[in-house]
Structures are given as C-alpha cells and as structure tokens.
C-alpha cells in the first residue's frame, strides 16, 4: 500500500508540475507577492532572525511602495509561479544587462503548502533558459549562512559557494550570507 501512494502522489505531482505556469507580475499581483513573503519568512528564518529583524526585513524588502517601484521599473523582474489563479511561488532576479554577464536572483520563495513539489526547479530551469537566450554566463545569489534548507536546495541545482558576505541593512541589522554562483 506505501509504495502504491507514494506512485500516485509522484503522479499527481507531476501533473500539477506541467499545470504550473511562469507569468512576470504587475503591480496588482504585489498583495499576494507580499501575503507569500509573510507567511514563509517566518519559517523559513524561525531560528535564524529575531522576530524584530525579521519585521523589519519584511518591512524594508515587501513595502507596497518598494515592490511598486521594483515591479514597474526595468531593473528588477518578478515572476510568478500559477497553478490555474494561485500563485504558488514568486522570484525576483536582476539581469546586469551592462555586462550580460550575470543574472542576480534576489529572491525565491514558494508557499510553504506548495514547497518540496518542484516549483523552485521550475523557476532555475527557466531564469537558466532566459540567461542563455540572453547570452549572461552565470546565476548568483545571496543565501543566509544558517539558512540550510536553501544552501542544500541551491548545491543541489548546481550552485557553488563562492564567498562570504555580511551586508549591513540599517537598525544595527546585517544580512550574514554566502555568495553562491552557478553557471549557465
């Protein structure tokens, strides 16, 4: 009986996966881009940030005003994740269209119902595509140094470490993070 459920629910994944679309956000997705960040970023950093910094990141990163100015202007893009009129998931990259050289991922989170499904491998396979179409040579990206469950997820995708960072963000508050790169 075990194996025959773990058949259907890798069935059922599958077929949800190839019901999955990648659509770039407006402005009038910015409430459910910002529901996302509140309800995963308290997992996702439960033992890493105090409850006060984590407020303030949300705040700093997902106010209306910031995300209208990143959404409607050409430096930053977001991408949703849809399963029919859900949004599953959203990333935010930086394309250095300067160089072409490489693409920043700022930030990659899935609804915490919705993670473990493949989602975040959807969204790599396609920035990977929109890079090489593009002709950028790499992937790069910020990831907490305790944040295990991402720094696992990204080695898997191909991600190498590359340095260390810590980047002061106002109120005493620093982002102690890895540098990882991936090339494309």
């Known amino acids: 009986m075990g194996s025959s459920k773990k058949t259907i629910d890798t069935t059922a ?3 949800i996966l190839k019901m999955i679309s990648i659509q770039k956000a407006t402005v009038k997705d910015i409430p459910q881009i910002q529901n996302i960040a509140r ?3 308290p997992i996702a950093f ?3 940030l105090s409850s006060n910094q984590l407020e303030y990141m949300l705040e700093l990163m997902y106010a209306t005003d ?6 409607a202007g050409k430096e930053i893009v977001f991408w949703l994740a849809m399963l029919n009129d859900s949004i599953l998931g959203f990333m935010a990259f930086e394309p250095d269209l300067k160089l072409r050289d490489k693409i920043k991922i700022h930030k990659l989170y899935i609804d915490p119902t919705a993670q473990g499904k493949g989602i975040g491998r959807i969204f790599l396979k ?4 929109y890079g090489r179409s593009n002709s950028f040579e790499k992937l790069t990206l910020n990831v907490n140094k305790y944040n295990h469950s991402a720094i696992k997820f990204y080695t898997k995708q191909g991600f190498k470490k590359i340095e260390d960072v810590i980047i002061p963000i106002g109120k005493g508050y620093v982002m102690d993070d890895f540098v990882f790169t991936k090339n494309i």
């Not at 910031?66 to 959404?71: E, S, V």
């Open 46 to 48: 439960k033992n890493i």
């Open 39 to 41: 309800i995963t970023w």
């Open 13 to 15: 994944s599958f077929i």
């Open 126 to 129: 396609k920035l990977e595509e």
């Open 66 to 71: 910031t995300l209208h100015t990143q959404i």
